[in-house]
């Protein structure tokens, strides 16, 4: 939820050209609408004059990426269902709310989304590789899924893993731990490990990983320190 909200900005001279009708609204619907809805787990940003009141709030929130509540850094690691806000993102949402946060022609609002769950994601199940520090994969895996098994809150951790090529995939990366947004990170394609894969999570002190191989996938793994 957002830490407070912003002035009203009733009488902010407008200089930009960017709009919530325009190019706004299609980041909230994208990145927050399932949320910040009537109905939803915080207060609906899906009209201007709702959205208005929270614009400076809203930039420091995104801008310090604490919003959208995703702790996965963007780009480390392609999953789907990704929350996070690209850097084009940042720039139109930091720069309609300095230009004075200008509704636009209501005309060019998109569709807003139905926020029935569609496409979302299913939880993995299969069998876990837990990752503390430095592994060594003894046998071939498909990875389907990743998320934080044990990590202390405002911690950071990085996973890669090294194939026995020296190609290296990055897994995850995840900044400033928060465990109310705990999640399952589902990759957008399975990720083939071959045996001999090196998975390595650093800082190691910061906690552990669990991979999801999914079902009928076993693996195995052989500490390496």
Known sequence: MLAGCGSALGHDVIT???TWSREVSRIVYRHC??????????????????????AKS????????????????????D???????TGEDLEVISNWVEGGAPEGDPKLLP???AND??????????????????LVLDREVTVEAIRAKSMLKGSTIQVIAQHPDGRIDPLLWIYNY???????????????LPKGTILEASPAASGTVELISG???????????
């Open 16 to 18: 930009t050209k960017i």
């Open 33 to 54: 609408a399932s949320c910040h809805r009537e109905g939803g787990t915080a207060f609906s940003l899906m009209k201007y004059d709702e959205s208005r009141p929270w």
């Open 58 to 77: 809203i930039k420091e929130e995104v801008l310090e990426r604490r919003m959208p509540p995703w702790n996965a850094v963007k780009g480390f690691g």
């Open 79 to 85: 999953f789907r269902d990704d929350k996070g806000l």
């Open 111 to 113: 569709k807003a989304p």
């Open 117 to 134: 769950g569609a496409g979302r994601a299913e939880p993995v199940t299969g069998d876990a590789i837990v990752v503390d520090g430095r």
């Open 178 to 192: 928060q465990p109310k947004w705990d999640q399952e990170y589902v990759y957008r394609s399975p990720l083939r």
């Open 215 to 225: 079902a009928g996938s076993a693996a195995k793994g052989t500490a390496a320190r």
